[in-house]
Structures are given as C-alpha cells and as structure tokens.
C-alpha cells in the first residue's frame, strides 16, 4: 500500500490530470470482463485511455485548460471519443493541455504546467517540459499512468510533446478524424491523432478514432484502412526524402547525429535515401502564425459569457461590459496575444497584407510538398530543434516559444500526416524524436518507416 501511495502521489505530482474519472475506466474494465467471457473482444477493450481535455466528454466537465470554459459539461460527446468508447476503451480522466492548445511547453494552461516524468542526468534535476499542447497526454503516457492517449495537432501539438517525452505520436491527413465535438483553436489544421508507448499502439488506437463523419463538413469520405495489419517494418523499394532546409543554423550537433542515425535505420531497412527540396519552409513558421490566431481569433468569438461557461457580470454592467469582462477574466496572456494578432490580420486594412499574403505561401507550402512525394514516399527530419527545455526557460519569450515549432508547422499547413517516433537519448539523456512525414492518405506508410 505503501508503495501504491508513493506510485499514486509521484504521478499526481506531474499535474497530468485535470479531472480523474476512474467510474468511466471501470465500466469499460467490466464491459470488457463480460466481452471476454462471450468473445467479443474489440480493439480496445478495457483500454483505460487518457483525453486530452479539448475533447467534449458527455457529462464530465471539458475545459480546454481555460478558466473560459468553468463549469462546462458538455450534453455530447465528439465523434473522437464516441468511436473510441465504441471500440472498448474507457476514459481515466481528462488530461491537461496548454489553454486552447496554444503553446509548445504547457505552461499556458489555467491548471497550472504540466512535468515531464524525465530528468537531465547533468544532476540539475530542473523540471522539464512535456512539451505541448498535448502535455497531459505526453506526460501520463512517458510516466506509464495510461498506455496511450489522444492528442490534437495544429502546429505540432502531439508530435513535440512525443519527442521531448521518448513516446510515439501521429497526427493524421487533415480530414481523417472528425473535429466535430473537439474544442476549436484553427479549424483548417486542427487534426486529432493517437499518442501511445509505441508505433503499433498508435496503429490500433488510430484505427479506431478515423472515419468519416457527416458532421464534420472537412471530414473526409475515405475508407479507413487496417494499419496495424498493414503494418510492415521492410522499406525495400521505399524512398526517403531529406529536405535540406530542415537543418537550420545553430541546431544542436545531437540532432543533427540523430538525422543522420534515423537515416542509416532506414537505409538498413531497405529504403532508398534521397535529398529533396522543400524551398518555402522558411516561410512556414510566419505563415502558420498567422493564420492560426486569425482562425483562433474568430473561432473565440463565441465565448461570451453567454453560451458557455464563465459569465462576468459586474454590477450594472451592460451587456458589452458583460462580454468584456467575461473575457478578460476567462482568457489567459497567450489567447489574448493570439486572439490579438488574429484580429489584427485580420482587420480591414491589413487583411491583404497578412492574411491573404498568408494564404497564397500556404499553397506554395502544401506545393513544395506535392512535388516532393513525386520523387519519395516519406520525408525523414528532426520533430524538433532541441530536446525538452526545463519549465520557465522560454515562457517569458513568445516568438522564443514559437521557434520550437519549426520543424512541425510544414505539415499541418499542408495537412499531411506525419508522425514522431522516439529515436534516442541526448548527451543529458533526455530523449529525441524523428519526424516521418508521408502522402495524403499514405498512414500507413508513415507508421511503417516508423516501425
Ligand atoms: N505550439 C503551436 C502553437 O502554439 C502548436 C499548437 C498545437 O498544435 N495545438 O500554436
């Protein structure tokens, strides 16, 4: 008992959680008790899973780390979760995440940050990010509280916090899990995916949360295939893609020799290795900042004290003293700023100029890409430029904080699916990540060359 204690303090003590709902967990724990005696026995029967807390949940409260959204229990469920329930899973609880998912460290959640179960071993034993937004769902599964867990993407959100806690995490083609029910940070690149120990989990977990649905009008009308059948670590007649412009200057020679690792794996695996282009990916991390606060910045209109959530009604307020209030106080610095520049770029006189502009180089982005996969069939870089950073050391610096994107925007502006897999440990041994970026569609070769 002892022990289970001391087990049951250090994994409150990572703030992973925002609620704990172990009545949903058992359920499915019975339910798949009873599907075993009959054998009916379903992908994920029994399978305590963690939500990232951007997901709308019937009857348990949905946050999105925001005191924005106090009190809101949702009347449904997302279409997400629905599938994953409807496979056998059941829910653990809610996971912490940067507010509305905007932030690469966790650190702009309401529920205060998120810890990465992982220390340096240079004795400063300072606590580490978990990476973000999804830094509940890192965190619970690199500390072996849940087995895998969901994860939304815009910018990056389940592949950096993959990589800087040793875990898998894939963010499929954008269209292949439904939004509908999942809170909205930029509706045109939010993508939900599978964060899990490893590449098969990510398979089977994956399998379950895609498929067509009516109400998502993005969602996309495509079969899904059995991934963890297709499932095939031999690369032979495979190319891989380097693109030159992912080593940027003053990247970390431990990354740099983890590339170069992650190569030689899948020459050894059968592929072919070849060196491409993708010339506008200096452009992505701009263009991507400004776009996603301009689809935040509308999409967080509808908070207003109104519909969900929080209501500010000082005495006498009026009802444009209600709705200023309300959001004054239900928003935190980082939503503000981005709700901010949304508005901003996309104000009358300067729409042409940011967000127009931003637009036309997402195409050029999404181009780059297309010609790209006419010579390969997976591009191989780093998730992301560094290793975790400990908790404090970027949060008083925005654009700081953004830079740690750079390697993981390309492919939501693009909207195609890629993955981080864990690839090793840095001098401090803190873990690394490698990023597979695959095909519209093409899951499964990405979950291959990631085997
Ligand atoms: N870190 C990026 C941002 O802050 C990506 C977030 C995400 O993918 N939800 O916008």
Known sequence: AEAFNAAVAGAKALNAFIIETPDHALAAADAADKARASGDLQPLSGVPLGIKDLFCTEGYQTTAASNMLAGFKPTYESTVTTKLFAAGAGMLGKLNLDQFAMGSSNETSAFGNVISPWRANDGSNAPLAPGGSSGGSSSAIAARIVPAATGTDTGGSIRQPAAFTGIAGIKPTYGRCSRFGIVAFASSLDQAGAMAQDVRDCAIMLEAMSGFDPKDSTSLDVAVPQWEAGLS????????????????????????????????????????IVDVSLPHTRYALPTYYIIAPAEASSNLARYDGVRYGLRELPDGANLQEMYAATRAAGFGPEVKRRILIGTYVLSAGFYDAYYTKAQKVRALIARDFEEAFQKVDVLLTPTAPSAAFALGEKSADPLEMYLNDVFTVPASLAGVPAMSVPAGLDAKGLPLGLQIIGRPLDEQGVLNAGL
Not at 245 to 261: F, G, H, S, T
């Open 233 to 272: 670590a031999d690369l032979k007649g495979k190319k891989v893609g380097i693109p030159k412009e992912y080593r940027v200057d003053n990247m970390p020679a431990e990354i740099d020799a983890l590339w170069k690792q992650g190569i030689e794996w899948l020459r050894d695996a059968g592929a072919e």
